[in-house]
Each structure stands twice: as C-alpha cells, then as structure tokens.
C-alpha cells in the first residue's frame, strides 16, 4: 500500500469515527438511547438447581456467575470485583468470594464484607418459564 491510499484511508476512518461519535451525541440529546440487546440464557431447571444447597458457580462465555437461592427466588452474581473489575474467587470454607487484586471479600449474597469495593457484586436477573430458571443479561 503507497503511503498516500494509507493516509487516505486512516483520514477516513478518524472521519467515521467522529461521525458516529456525534451521530450518538445527537441521538442521545434527542432523547434517544441506543438500548443493549438482552440475552436469555437458560441455566438449568429448578429442581436441580435448588438442590445445590451451597450455590454453584456456571461459566457462560467468559463470565463466571453464581446462582443461588434466597428462600424462594434464585439469584445471580457477577462475579467481577466491583473494585478494579479482577474475577473473584469463593473460599469454600466460608462460602465468601475473595478477590485477589487487593483482598476485598463478598459474603454469598454479594455484599461487602471487606474493602476496598465499597459496591456489591453486580446481581443479574433471573427468570423462571415452564420450570427452567434463564439468566438475563446484556449483550
Ligand atoms: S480489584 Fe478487587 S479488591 Fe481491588
């Protein structure tokens, strides 16, 4: 490729970056979001779910979760650090989930046992059709 068809081509690729950049700019103070596509995953069924007493821990793509129950309702967690975003890992002794980045420490439902992530871990929803528990998470 001559130099020139390369400066050619980074010019007009800066200028589709700058036109989309303020194609978003203008819908959005129009008032109009650009909505993520939601993802329906199924998980498992019911039954066998809520016999993992202790919770389990599923991989979708490369996201870990940990699905759970809260007397009747199952839950979902992310389980990124709220942090600095490190993946955290359960101690299966306590049942917490600690980060290895700096320490924090989650119990099983998410919340901050110990700093320095002063937010919970992320709850995703979750929904129960016909028996079958699916995780609803964006794309
Ligand atoms: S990234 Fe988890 S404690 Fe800092």
Known sequence: MERRSFFHLALHAIWIGILGWLSVRLL??????????????????VEALRALQEGTIITIGRQLYFIAWETEEPYALLLR?????????????????????????????????QG??????????????KGVVYLIDQV
């Open 28 to 45: 959005r103070g129009m008032g109009i979001t650009i909505r993520r596509q939601l993802r329906k995953i199924a998980i498992g069924r």
């Open 81 to 113: 650090c709220t942090h600095g975003n490190c993946s955290v890992q359960r101690n299966n002794l306590t049942g917490e989930f600690v980060c290895p980045c700096h320490g924090g420490v989650f119990n099983s439902r998410g919340e901050v046992v």
């Open 116 to 129: 320095p992530p002063t937010q919970p871990l992320p709850r995703i929803p979750l929904r129960i059709e």
